[in-house]
């Protein structure tokens, strides 16, 4: 019964097709090319020329690069149908692997320069992989649960390769929680499998908590050797017999970067997944994942490939965030390094000018990546095309011209099978803003056409949100907009306009939440006209008072635009005197209310506190406020957004984990051993020894 539940690689049917068992190793070399062709051809947005090298056998390599299409198809494109595809494919392409490593051990047939069956080992860890994150994306908690069954399985195999590679080291990240990383009996599968299921019901039950999994500062994952050029850690000498050098490089950067997307994967994970991983032992470690995705990146393959777009999506995202480590933007330039090379390898593919467009933006070249992104683009893969679009429609929000951008979003509905909840939600708060700039303008004419747009879009929300689901739950920034329009159909009743119930600026904080004013910052025009859209009530003769919680989202909103036009203090008077002493129960009586600003005014306070007193008292200060946006307890509907930007800066408890803890840490150092006060923490580094660490851990040391 158990079997028949969770499904066994043993037991899955090998193919549809006709598996044709690898008979010389000549065969394997050719399969492999080809199939390695295919990928290339992949990365290059030549999706025709990646089917044609992917039909030209039926090998194993083949099974797993037509797997491997349908899955990048379907992961990029957030394509439920083409997952569950995709999903059926990878687990066919693992049992046909299976044989072929049997096979090859019996044969005693080598690997290039690693011991038989190596390469077929990768491979089934690769589809165990994607099959786990298909399973994760379902709107099952069973299909779920088999996912992180199936992924404790794929860890082993990376594991194993892993220490073939590095001559019997054994991966830190996981290993140390207790996974055990050896083949495992059926009696155990079905073991495993029990304690699990259990364990995951009585987890259904608990109250939601925080994460203790938390994205932090890069800089120490490998610092000391990014200020050179990326260089592998364990041996990357893929020379021997001749033809041998494909299979070699395959095997390296494969095992590395899937052992690093996998960790990092486990680290990013929601709570509730979290939850399910720990029960088996997962932990993710950050700077062994990144460690192993910067050693396995400068390999010219395709491993070498998604390793780079992986490093590149990390960097961006948390070079946005207000707290970070200096070093990080020296790892980040290194990123931008292997962005160049890659795009002399794959130059027709879209992939990768957007992410040259990505870090244009986050530097503050918003309009140079605008530009970048209205040129005329062809893309053979519609998944390409929509990421081109939502980064452009975003872009376009920043540079505040809405009317664009809310026909950006609409497109996206038409192209896309992500929610078209939130792209018509997005769209008619773009048309509120155009109507608010027309009253102010004493325009009825053009209000009167906004509001009419606006009030078309917004009222279609409702009956869009929902088609969208997490394990079969409704996706969080549904939740979000869903609650917004049920408060402004309520203010407005049924016979008022919509757009007139709009309080707090919903597209301010679209942009606060996804931190586009770091992009907007360079242009104190678009920073300025962001703070009259907020303030917009001040400025109208809007009749509707705003409630309580919109007040203080509107003076967080107002607060972070100050931070960004160079006014901290003014910032920080504010978030002290009227956002962060709010009481929760004061007026957060009911679940269509913006709790969020709770939170995110502990976070932007840390933010204040740190750029506008960066000495020991204030890294204090921003600890103390840090540890309150973490400890908050987290059932609002954006919670893992929100805590994302605060634990960019760090664990609270892990001191040498961000640029300001570390930098307060060896303040007290200093204050401990009598070596003369530092003036700032800019100054800190050149006058505190190594052994300054130590001292921190003291009594005294913590007391402050």
Same mark, same amino acid.
């Given at each position: 019964m158990l079997k028949k539940l969770w499904g066994s690689s043993a037991s899955t049917p090998a193919s549809s097709t006709n598996l044709k068992l690898m008979e010389s190793s000549e065969e394997d070399r050719e399969a492999l090319r080809q199939t390695l062709a295919g990928m290339d051809?992949?990365?290059?947005?030549?999706?025709?020329?990646?089917?044609?090298?992917?039909?030209?056998?039926?090998?194993?390599?083949?099974? *797993? /690069?037509? %797997?491997? +299409?349908?899955?990048?198809?379907?992961?990029?494109?957030? @394509?439920? =149908?083409?997952?569950? #595809?995709?999903?059926?494919?990878?687990?066919?392409?693992?049992?046909?692997?299976?044989?072929?490593?049997?096979?090859?051990?019996?044969?005693?047939?080598?690997?290039?320069?690693?011991?038989p069956g190596t390469e077929f080992s990768l491979v089934r860890a690769d589809a165990l992989l994607m099959s786990s994150l298909v399973g994760f994306t379902t709107e099952s908690m069973v299909e779920s649960m088999k996912a992180a069954f199936n992924i404790r399985k794929a860890?082993?195999?990376?594991?194993?390769?892993?220490?073939?590679?590095?001559?019997?080291?054994?991966?830190?990240? *996981? /290993?140390? %929680?207790? +996974?055990n990383v050896t083949a495992i009996s059926p009696e155990e @599968?079905? =073991?495993?499998?029990? #304690?699990?299921?259990?364990?995951?019901?009585?987890?259904?039950?608990?109250?939601?908590?925080?994460?203790?999994?938390?994205?932090?500062?890069?800089?120490?994952?490998?610092?000391?050797?990014?200020?050179?050029?990326?260089t592998p850690a364990v041996d990357a000498s893929?020379?021997?017999?001749?033809?041998?050098?494909?299979?070699?490089?395959?095997?390296?950067?494969?095992?590395?970067?899937?052992?690093?997307?996998?960790?990092?994967?486990?680290?990013?994970?929601?709570?509730?997944?979290?939850?399910?991983?720990?029960?088996?032992?997962?932990?993710?470690?950050?700077?062994?994942?990144?460690?192993?995705?910067?050693?396995?990146?400068?390999?010219?393959?395709?491993?070498? #490939?998604?390793?780079?777009?992986?490093?590149?999506?990390?960097?961006?995202?948390?070079?946005?965030?207000?707290?970070?480590?200096d070093e990080l933007f020296e790892e980040r330039k290194k990123t931008l390094e292997m962005l160049a090379l890659t795009k002399v390898r794959y130059p027709k593919s879209g992939m990768w000018g957007l992410q040259e467009t990505r870090a244009m933006a986050q530097q503050g070249k918003l309009y140079e990546a605008l530009d970048r992104l209205e040129q005329p683009m062809t893309f053979q893969m519609?998944?390409?095309?929509?990421?081109?679009?939502?980064?452009?429609?975003?872009?376009?929000?920043?540079?505040?011209?809405?009317?664009?951008?809310?026909?950006?979003?609409?497109?996206?509905?038409?192209?896309?099978?992500?929610?078209?909840?939130?792209y018509t939600f997005f769209a008619g708060c773009c048309y509120v803003e155009l109507y608010r700039q027309a009253l102010l303008d004493n325009d009825t004419e053009a209000a009167a056409r906004w509001a009419k747009e606006a009030d078309a879009l917004l009222t279609k929300v409702p009956e869009l949100v929902g088609k969208k689901t997490f394990m079969s739950k409704p996706m969080p920034l549904e939740v979000f907009v869903q609650r917004k329009i049920k408060r402004w159909q309520a203010r407005v009743g049924s016979k008022g306009r919509l757009v007139d119930g709009v309080g707090a600026?919903?597209?301010?904080?679209?942009?606060?939440?996804?931190?586009?004013?770091?992009?907007?910052?360079?242009?104190?025009?678009?920073?300025?006209?962001?703070?009259?859209?907020?303030?917009?009530?001040?400025?109208?003769?809007?009749q509707i008072e705003d409630d309580a919680d919109e007040m203080v989202v509107r003076d967080m909103l107002t607060a972070v635009v100050m931070r960004y036009s160079g006014d901290v203090r003014g910032a920080r008077e504010i978030l002290e005197q009227r956002v962060v002493h709010t009481e929760k129960a004061n007026f957060y009586t009911s679940k269509d209310k913006?709790?969020?600003?709770?939170?995110?005014?502990?976070?932007?306070?840390?933010?204040?506190?740190?750029?506008?007193q960066k000495d020991a008292k204030g890294a204090a200060a921003a600890r103390q406020w840090l540890t309150k946006a973490r400890d908050y307890v987290q059932n609002y509907d954006i919670a893992n957004r929100v805590d994302v930007r605060r634990a960019a800066c760090g664990d609270a408890?892990?001191?040498?984990?961000?640029?300001?803890?570390?930098?307060?840490?060896?303040?007290?150092?200093?204050?401990?051993?009598?070596?003369?006060?530092?003036?700032?923490?800019?100054?800190?580094?050149k006058t505190v020894d190594a052994g300054a660490k130590e001292g921190a851990n003291t009594e005294k040391a913590q007391e402050l």
């Open positions: 051809a992949l990365m290059n947005d030549q999706l025709d020329e990646a089917d044609r090298y992917m039909n030209m056998g039926s090998s194993v390599y083949h099974m *797993l /690069g037509r %797997a491997a +299409v349908q899955f990048l198809k379907g992961i990029i494109g957030g @394509e439920q =149908e083409i997952l569950k #595809a995709a999903g059926k494919k990878v687990l066919e392409a693992e049992a046909a692997a299976e044989k072929e490593q049997r096979k090859a051990i019996a044969e005693g047939r080598p690997a290039g320069k690693y011991p860890y082993g195999l990376f594991a194993k390769n892993y220490e073939i590679i590095t001559g019997g080291q054994q991966i830190a990240a *996981l /290993g140390a %929680a207790g +996974v @599968e079905s =073991e495993t499998v029990n #304690a699990l299921t259990d364990a995951t019901q009585e987890s259904l039950h608990l109250h939601h908590q925080p994460s203790n999994i938390s994205i932090k500062s890069a800089s120490s994952a490998g610092s000391k050797r990014r200020n050179t050029k990326a893929f020379r021997g017999k001749e033809g041998d050098e494909q299979m070699n490089g395959l095997i390296y950067a494969g095992t590395l970067s899937g052992l690093g997307i996998f960790i990092l994967i486990i680290s990013l994970l929601p709570t509730s997944l979290n939850k399910i991983l720990s029960i088996i032992g997962f932990r993710g470690d950050r700077k062994q994942a990144l460690q192993l995705l910067w050693d396995s990146a400068p390999v010219p393959n395709v491993y070498g #490939a998604i390793a780079t777009l992986t490093l590149l999506e990390y960097y961006n995202a948390i070079s946005s965030c207000d707290i970070v480590d519609k998944q390409v095309e929509v990421l081109w679009t939502y980064e452009h429609a975003l872009n376009l929000v920043y540079a505040l011209r809405f009317e664009e951008a809310a026909q950006k979003m609409l497109h996206l509905s038409s192209i896309s099978e992500w929610s078209h909840a939130i600026s919903p597209l301010m904080e679209f942009v606060w939440i996804n931190n586009g004013w770091v992009r907007m910052a360079s242009d104190k025009q678009l920073l300025d006209k962001s703070q009259r859209m907020i303030k917009y009530r001040d400025a109208s003769k809007w913006d709790e969020y600003c709770i939170p995110g005014g502990y976070y932007e306070l840390a933010v204040c506190l740190w750029e506008g408890e892990e001191d040498e984990k961000s640029t300001m803890i570390k930098a307060a840490t060896k303040l007290l150092a200093d204050y401990k051993t009598s070596v003369r006060p530092v003036e700032s923490l800019d100054e800190a580094p």
